[in-house]
């Protein structure tokens, strides 16, 4: 890749969001910033370019984004799943995040209908992949924290 790539304004996008399902979270996800992520990677998609989302752990912010992404840019949500697990097979979307991209592209709730079934559906999986992360994580309390939160609410399904 050329070096000067990442300082090409409009190749690359930072947003500042926590792992959190909770609304009233630290830096939890909010509307204006999920909807910025999802137009970028939507526009970018549609442009026939790469796109490339990653948060710490890659299980729950990054595919909610891609997720998003790709159906804002007009790929059905099984459509959308199947492609992110092709990238990352154990994935996690963040319900909080899903949530906001159901209500902005207003799919009346099918989205997070989708998303609560493969959850549900792949719970012990997840928890696995999430322990397995911890072992990496012992002098983060943070990640470990962001880690414990999921396994929680894992746990709540």
Same mark, same amino acid.
């Not at 990442?6 to 926590?18: I, P």
């Not at 990496?136 to 399904?157: M, T």
């Given at each position: 890749? $050329?070096?000067?790539? @990442?300082?090409?304004?409009? $190749? @690359?996008?930072? *947003?500042?969001? =926590?792992?959190?399902?909770? /609304?009233?979270?630290?830096?939890?996800?909010? !509307?204006?910033?999920?909807?910025?992520?999802? !137009?970028?990677?939507?526009?970018?998609?549609?442009?026939? &370019?790469?796109?490339?989302?990653?948060? %710490?752990?890659? *299980?729950?912010?990054? /595919? +909610?984004?891609?997720?998003?992404?790709?159906?804002? +840019?007009?790929? !059905?949500?099984?459509?959308?799943?199947?492609? +992110?697990? %092709?990238?990352? /097979?154990?994935?996690? /979307?963040?319900? *909080?995040?899903?949530?906001?991209?159901?209500?902005?592209?207003?799919?009346?709730? =099918?989205?997070?209908?989708?998303?609560? &079934?493969?959850? +549900?559906? !792949?719970?012990?999986?997840?928890?696995?992949?999430? &322990?397995?992360?911890?072992?990496?994580?012992?002098?983060?309390?943070?990640?470990?924290?962001?880690?414990? =939160?999921?396994?929680?609410?894992?746990?709540?399904?």
């Amino acid at each position: 890749m $050329n070096p000067t790539y @990442w300082g090409t304004a409009g $190749n @690359w996008m930072k *947003l500042n969001m =926590e792992d959190t399902p909770d /609304p009233n979270g630290v830096d939890a996800p909010t !509307t204006e910033e999920v909807v910025k992520g999802i !137009t970028f990677g939507s526009n970018a998609i549609r442009a026939g &370019q790469n796109l490339l989302v990653h948060c %710490q752990l890659g *299980l729950s912010r990054s /595919p +909610a984004m891609a997720i998003g992404s790709m159906i804002m +840019a007009g790929d !059905t949500i099984e459509g959308a799943f199947n492609r +992110a697990k %092709q990238v990352r /097979p154990r994935i996690d /979307p963040n319900p *909080l995040i899903i949530k906001l991209i159901d209500e902005h592209i207003k799919l009346n709730g =099918e989205l997070i209908k989708y998303n609560d &079934q493969y959850r +549900a559906n !792949t719970r012990k999986d997840l928890k696995a992949e999430y &322990q397995k992360m911890m072992e990496c994580y012992l002098d983060n309390p943070k990640v470990l924290g962001i880690i414990f =939160e999921n396994i929680s609410a894992l746990d709540r399904l």
